[in-house]
């Protein structure tokens, strides 16, 4: 049992969540001299905060990242807990880049992938290290491009780690403890949810649950529907690391914090009765199974933040201090 679920169940995990937060640190180091200003400028308006948010978070493959710098900014008296608003339903519509991507089914070319971004990363170390030797126009590329190559490379595992989870459908699907959960998921989908909810609340990676789910539900393993449930938990489950950083910080931090659990909250109470909707509309979109949970995924988080933009024009959060 160990080799057949567990060893790549973690293992496949590990490289994911490795990739993952190289890809992170390494879009961080790229644009984060830069973010705290933008965040400071594009807040003028919620509708201006959540395009902005949008972009940020699909750059940096983090909205825990976007959420816990509005945090810092409202505690340090930067920004005002109103102007946040539109950073926060951003930063959901953001993530949904890198499960589109998984969902391209693109995993055949995580290899070459990172071997290529190998091949740059050296390319630009040297061409770092031999500056003199260079035309002024190629200097300036050289460190863009190590910071590129590297989230690539972290991509590339990305890639790579779901490879590897995918291993373990075949096996859980001669354990009965699995089709205990897929037996309870038929009668209640809310147990799919509450997994979602926990194992992203312990993993803190949205990311990497939802993937997961896509991997399962590739092989067969996995229903859709059930697939989507815990989708709309992960997204419930993202805001224990928000809350996390809200402690001991000012009353308008923990607002930001508490802004984006009444955003999940209220978004996967809107949306399970229709689970069976969003199935339906998504495979209207594409035939693959894991596609259609990122295709799900991605209908959540638009409407979501799309039906919350309205609210937060209300002049009641500019008296919140």
């Known amino acids: 049992m160990f080799k ?32 705290n200003q933008f965040l400071h400028t594009s807040t003028r308006t ?6 902005f948010s949008t972009g ?37 519509i953001g993530t949904c880049l890198t499960t589109e991507l998984i969902g391209l089914n693109i995993n055949r070319y995580a290899f ?20 003199p030797a260079l035309l002024s126009s190629l200097q300036a590329w050289c460190r863009p491009l190590q ?8 991509f590339a595992l990305i890639l790579l780690g779901i490879e590897w989870m995918k291993q373990i459908g075949e096996p859980l699907q001669q354990r009965g403890l699995f089709a205990w959960f897929l037996e309870r998921s038929g009668d209640s989908l809310l147990w ?22 896509m991997g399962l539900s590739a092989t067969g393993a996995l229903p859709v529907e ?18 996390i950083a809200s402690l001991g910080g000012s009353r308008s931090g923990q607002f930001v914090a508490w802004s984006h659990v009444a955003l999940n909250v209220g978004g996967a109470l809107l949306f399970y009765p229709f689970i069976g909707q969003l199935h339906v509309l998504s495979t209207w979109l594409t035939g693959d199974a ?4 990122a295709r799900a995924q991605t209908i959540f988080n638009i409407g979501s933040s799309l039906l919350a933009l309205p609210l937060c024009y209300l002049p009641l959060w500019n008296r919140l201090r």
Request: overall charge neutral; glycine content about 12%; hydrophobic content about 60%.
């Open 226 to 243: 059930v697939g989507i449930a815990i989708v709309i938990g992960s997204n419930v489950g993202t805001c224990f690391t928000a809350l």
């Open 290 to 293: 894991a596609g259609q949970i």
């Open 147 to 154: 910071y590129g190559s590297i989230a690539a490379a972290g």
């Open 46 to 51: 919620p509708l201006r905060g959540m395009l």
């Open 192 to 213: 799919a949810v509450a997994a979602g909810i926990v194992i992203t609340a312990l993993v803190h990676s949205s990311a990497a649950i939802i993937a997961m789910a």
């Open 112 to 131: 070459p992938l990172l071997l290529a971004a190998a091949g740059c990363w050296i390319a630009a170390v040297l061409g770092d290290e031999y500056r």
């Open 4 to 35: 057949e679920i567990w060893y790549p169940l973690f293992g496949g995990l590990a490289v994911f969540l490795f990739g993952m937060k190289t890809m992170e640190l390494a879009l961080h180091a790229w644009a984060g001299p830069y973010l």
């Open 56 to 92: 940020m978070t699909a750059l940096l493959q983090s909205s825990t990242a976007i959420t816990v710098i509005a945090i810092g900014l409202v505690n340090a008296g930067l920004v005002s807990f109103s102007r946040t608003l539109g950073i926060i339903l951003g930063t959901n």
